[in-house]
Every structure is written in C-alpha cells, then in structure tokens.
C-alpha cells in the first residue's frame, strides 16, 4: 500500500525520465491528475490521460524531452511530506527559481501553479517544487 501518491508519482516520472522512457503509469488520485495537469500546462511533461481499469483508475503521463534527448525536468522535490506537512502564505510562493520553476501549491481553490496561487493571493500546503 501507498502512503504518500504525490512522492511516489514524482518518482515514477523522475524514474521512468532517466530511464527515457516514453510513458509512465501513476496510480490516480484527484490531486496527482491536477499536479499532473500543472505540469502539462507548464511544458514539464508532454500529455496525460486517466484510464479506468474497472474500479481502479491510473494515469498514463506521456514525458518530454529536448532536441539531445534529455528531459526537460531538471529537478522535481516533495516537500510537504506526510510526516511534516508545510504551509506557505502568498507572499512566499511568488517566485521560484528566478521563475524558471514552479511550486505546486494546495489552495483552498484547488491545487495550482504559484504564479496563479499569488494572483489570487492565496498561500496553501506546498506539494512539491520542479524546474
């Protein structure tokens, strides 16, 4: 059994993306198909689908690489885990990396990218943090 859905997705895509694999499989929760939408939206990853396996469903993460072959993820962290969870106001979250990265942040309007996150002005649970 799975504790932790966000840290064992990040690392099958980090897994499957040294290994340059095209596709890689997630088990599907609601705030792993949203973390995974952000990274689609964000350039990190190529495309994603849920697939329903009778009462399970899995996402199906389609990865992406640069013109050399390497991927386009440098690094992606956990960094609220489940034995310390981390909190953040907006006025912390607003850049990352000099905004070449993106923070992943729960909200209370769901889970997003932190640039959207601090135009709406609102700090949340970080989930994870990738360039």
């Not at 059994?1 to 040294?18: F, G, P, V």
């Not at 329903?52 to 960094?79: A, C, F, Q, S």
């Not at 310390?84 to 006025?91: D, F, L, Q």
Request: glycine residues 8%; aromatic residues 6%.
């Amino acid at each position: 059994m799975i504790n932790d859905l966000i840290s064992d997705s990040l690392t099958r895509i980090r897994n499957a993306a040294m290994r340059r694999m095209d596709v890689t499989t997630l088990v599907h929760s609601k705030s792993v198909e949203a973390m995974v939408g952000i990274l689609v939206e964000k350039g990190y990853v190529e495309s994603f689908n849920v697939i329903e396996n009778g009462p399970k469903k899995t996402v199906n993460v389609v990865l992406k690489y640069d013109e050399n072959g390497r991927t386009v993820i440098n690094e992606m962290k956990r960094v609220s885990k489940p034995g310390r969870r981390v909190y953040k106001p907006a006025s912390e979250i607003k850049r990352f990396k000099n905004g070449y990265g993106t923070i992943i942040v729960s909200t209370s309007k769901g889970v997003l990218p932190n640039d959207k996150a601090f135009e709406l002005g609102i700090g949340g649970e970080v989930m994870c943090t990738i360039w």
